[in-house]
């Protein structure tokens, strides 16, 4: 295998450019490890070589860090933790070199790559949108093994550095400048002119201190006064952890170990020193790694990997067609969503709704969205502008024979999404592709009205769309390869994760989230208080409850879309007379400011409404039921269906269903998604459950066949799950 590193020395001076072959991004695989070593000790021998300055050779990205694959094979934590003392190890060696290393960092510096950069003599980052920097490890159950939970606080200040710790976020170089995470900023253009001039500085100013000039935007050594006060003084950092703490508790549950690993880890440091920080830091990373939390994270990050590369079809399938300018039919609020990622994309959007008040309503949310972004400064005031001027609207079609898909989002009603598609048909070019964004209608029904029903598929975003990262393509029998493989492009092109989903009622998340909500509601009939099941269901993971999801989501709405399911799947789907009545009332949930809960004028949810009771079967009076009944039943409920969807084959896999679950309706990560949930519980566990329940609730919990079968056979879903 040819080398991932290449030397070139120039007046002393080595570049040093890491490019591993065969790979998009450089990440410290032990090869990769090995090379390294091997340039530090000819950095060490030999004397023509003063400084190095470190560069990738890849076009967007610098380091993304260890090898994931590599640490899932690890067998036990004390491999773990033998891989984290020998990435500190490397490090130290960095740091203590006597000849300096300048970090010139352009694209993604991640995990142990940003660790490494942290034990360079000099960090230099380009300005492009593309440098961020960031120790991400804790999204994936682990928290940073070679020494970043020492050398970033002291470099950062503590709260800056718990911040990016507990978090994973990404760091832009401006940040990074303000700071102090990098020694200074530059045009990518200059980088490694620059770099060098910086290496040969730091000679001259005498091998390994630093240089004195701060840069400009640079903050000075030393930090603001409260910095000092935080980091030097015991009572401050007490303070600090233990706000780090509290934060963490409230955000997670208890349900991620890591972030308080990493406290722990940085705590000891400051409490006990280096030596023994980084000990606890190996050890805490050997434990995080062993973990089920940090395997079923992983899981999702391998398997979310492998839809990047899916092109949606049997590979490789036919290449996807262009799509660069795209009508949207219904400017609504998944319209607008839809058009303002496109716009963000470069792509050219042709809005059309029918009247000009709702157009423009459209318009102005793509506005809104588009400004939220300026206003983080993900975007330049040139980059909205540019962005605006991709979306424009109409009433009539103008505009949409030169598109080559169309995405219908008009009310959730067959006969007007019959109607429309009817009606811009026949306006097309002949290959356009239209796309349906129903949640619930099976899109044959809706391709009847089609003249060309092949290139006609669904296109299911979830809301808010420029948050939401699932996206399941809905595939009828008819629908050709080509609009396939062109429609998943196009989503991946839009920053979605995409899943292929077989044409059924409700697909495949709404299909499940159908029970689970409809369960809840039952338990609501049988006396259960509301904010009970919400808190039961927090509790085991989920963001919110999912008595608040349906007062979001509009409790018309799911209501709308529990029909139709339950239409499509009969007498187990069968709605709880709650919600009807619930919606008869009146209530429509928070964007009324009227559902099960309360909600002050800027639709901020208060407590539960106490009238609520008076609508629900059990009345007043509630009943104690227990967390454990609660969450055994909604989730019952809800895998049992995924498992009917992979038994029917509207799923292709249990990977896609378990990422579908995650990304779009947020079942809990830590459990990996329903199909590792099984697999946690074992086949024979849930039948025996699911059995139960339905001896007590008919025919709700009649087992899937599949996992009837499952369980005679002792099988898993998957040969690894935890
Ligand atoms: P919305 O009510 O906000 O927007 C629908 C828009 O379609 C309105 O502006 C309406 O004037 C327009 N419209 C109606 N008939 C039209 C016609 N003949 N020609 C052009 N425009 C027409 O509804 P929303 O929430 O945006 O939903 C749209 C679709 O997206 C529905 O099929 C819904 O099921 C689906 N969906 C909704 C999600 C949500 O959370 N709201 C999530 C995923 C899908």
Not at 441 to 460: C, D, F, N
Not at 633 to 661: K, T, Y
Request: with cysteine.
């Amino acid at each position: 295998m040819s080398a991932a590193l290449t030397v070139d020395v120039r007046d002393e001076i080595a570049l040093v450019t890491l490019d591993v072959p065969g790979a998009t991004v450089n990440t410290f695989t032990r090869p990769v490890r090995d090379e390294v070593v091997a340039l530090l000790d000819r950095l060490d021998r030999d004397q023509g070589i003063r400084a190095a300055v470190l560069l990738s050779g890849k076009a967007d990205g610098w380091i993304a860090g260890a090898d994931v694959e590599e640490l899932v094979e690890l067998p036990g934590a004390a491999e773990a933790e033998r891989l984290s003392r020998m990435g500190q190890e490397l490090m130290d060696r960095v740091e203590k070199m006597r000849t300096p290393i300048v970090a010139a960092i352009h694209g993604a510096c991640l995990g142990g790559g940003l660790e490494l950069a942290l034990a360079c003599a000099y960090r230099i980052a380009t300005e492009s949108p593309k440098t961020v920097l960031a120790l991400p490890e804790v999204q994936l159950g682990l928290i940073p093994g070679a020494g970043g939970t020492h050398r970033l606080p002291r470099l950062v200040g503590l709260r800056a550095a718990l911040d990016m710790i507990l978090t994973g976020k990404n760091v832009r170089a401006r940040k990074a400048l303000q700071t102090g995470l990098v020694d200074e900023m530059v045009h990518p253009a200059i980088l490694r002119d620059i770099a060098v001039r910086r290496a040969r500085e730091l000679v001259e100013a005498g091998g390994r201190d630093r240089l004195r000039q701060p840069r400009p935007g640079a903050r000075a050594r030393g930090g603001s006064t409260q910095r000092l006060l935080l980091d030097h003084n015991a009572l401050g950092r007490a303070v600090v952890f233990r706000q780090a703490r509290e934060q963490t508790l409230a955000r997670t549950h208890g349900h991620y170990p890591a972030p308080l690993a990493a406290i722990d880890a940085i705590r000891t440091g400051y409490l006990q020193g280096r030596t023994r920080g980084l000990e606890a830091e190996a050890r805490l990373f050997g434990i995080a790694a062993a973990s089920d939390v940090a395997k079923q994270l992983i899981f999702l990050f391998f398997a979310t990997n492998a839809l990047k590369k899916d092109p949606g079809v049997e590979p490789p399938g036919p290449p996807p067609l262009p799509v660069s300018k795209i009508g949207i039919l219904g400017t609504g609020f998944m319209g607008a969503g839809i058009a303002a990622i496109a716009a963000q994309r470069g792509v050219s959007v042709r809005f059309k709704d029918t009247d000009h008040t709702r157009v423009l309503k459209g318009l102005a949310a793509v506005r809104d969205v588009l400004q939220d972004r300026l206003a983080s400064r993900q975007i330049t005031r040139a980059e909205f502008d540019d962005q605006m001027l991709l979306v424009s609207g109409t009433v009539d079609y103008t505009g949409f024979a030169s598109v080559q898909l169309v995405i219908e989002a008009v009310f959730e009603d067959l006969e007007v999404k019959r109607s429309v598609l009817a009606a811009v048909e026949p306006l097309l070019p002949p290959d356009a592709i239209v796309a349906s964004n129903t949640s619930t209608i099976p899109i044959a029904r809706i391709a009847t009205a089609s003249s060309r029903p092949e290139r006609v598929l669904g296109m299911h975003f979830f809301s808010p769309v420029h948050k939401m990262p699932l996206l399941e393509v809905i595939v009828t029998p008819e629908t050709d390869p080509q609009v396939v493989t062109t429609v998943v492009a196009f989503g991946k092109r839009l920053g979605k994760t995409v899943i292929i989903v077989r044409d059924s009622p409700g697909f495949y998340a709404n299909r499940v989230l159908a029970p689970y909500i409809n369960e809840a509601a039952k338990m609501l009939d049988e006396g259960a208080a509301v904010d009970a099941i919400d808190r039961a269901l927090v509790a085991f993971g989920f963001p919110v409850g999912p008595i608040t999801l349906v007062d979001e989501v509009g409790i018309d709405v799911a209501g709308k879309s529990g029909e139709i399911i339950a239409d499509a799947y009969g007498a187990r789907m069968a709605p709880a007379a709650s919600l009807q009545r619930v919606v008869a009332a009146g209530r429509y949930g928070r964007k009324g400011r009227k559902g099960f809960y309360l909600y002050d004028q800027a639709g901020k949810k208060q407590g539960v409404d106490p009238t609520i009771y008076g609508l629900l079967s059990a009345g007043a009076q509630r009943s104690l039921m227990s967390d454990a009944e609660i969450q055994r039943r909604a989730v019952l409920a809800m895998i049992n269906e995924a498992a009917r969807c992979l038994e029917e084959g509207v799923l292709r896999s249990p990977q896609d269903g378990d990422v579908g679950a995650v990304f779009g309706i947020a079942f809990p990560p830590f459990r990996g998604g329903p199909f590792r949930y099984i697999d946690t519980l074992g086949a024979e566990a849930v039948v025996q459950q699911l059995e139960e329940l339905n001896d007590r609730f008919p025919p709700r919990f009649e087992p899937a066949n599949l996992l009837l079968d499952m369980s005679r056979k002792r099988e898993r879903f998957y040969p690894d799950s935890p």
